[in-house]
Nanobody, 128 residues
Framework: QLVESGGGMVQAGGSLRLSCALSGRSFSRYAMGWFRQAPGKEREFVAATTWNGGSTYYADSVKGRFTISRDNAKSTVYLQMNSLKPEDTAVYYC???????????????????????WGQGTQVTVSS
């Protein structure tokens, strides 16, 4: 089970940190990531990290502003979001895939996962 927390409302230029805890599974065997879905738009990739945090990946739209990290001892992945913009407003979903590779597969700019593990989502609203 994936449980997100940390969403909320913030003004443009502000920061938020999302957390996602994985329970019931061996966290260190999973690559972890974040996707988001804005109203009327398709779900899009935001960031991902390998099982040990050795490699990280970002969408161009968030590169330099967002940072993904993980704490395997706490079975938690984080998304630190800085310099937030109104266009970052969306429901953010945590995603997991059982994968202990040192790199993650991507196609057309999105993380390709074999498993369909999603959290329930957490709302992030950035006001101008």
């Amino acid at each position: 089970q994936l449980v997100e927390s940390g969403g909320g409302m913030v003004q443009a230029g502000g920061s938020l940190r999302l957390s996602c805890a994985l329970s019931g599974r061996s966290f260190s065997r999973y690559a972890m990531g974040w996707f988001r879905q804005a109203p009327g738009k398709e779900r899009e990739f935001v960031a991902a990290t390998t099982w040990n945090g050795g490699s990280t990946y970002y969408a161009d739209s968030v590169k330099g502003r967002f940072t993904i990290s993980r704490d395997n001892a706490k079975s938690t992945v984080y998304l630190q979001m800085n310099s937030l913009k109104p266009e970052d407003t969306a429901v953010y979903y945590c995603a997991a895939d059982q994968d202990v590779s040192e790199t993650l597969p991507f196609s057309s700019g999105t993380w390709v996962r074999l498993n369909d593990y999603w959290g329930q989502g957490t709302q992030v609203t950035v006001s101008s």
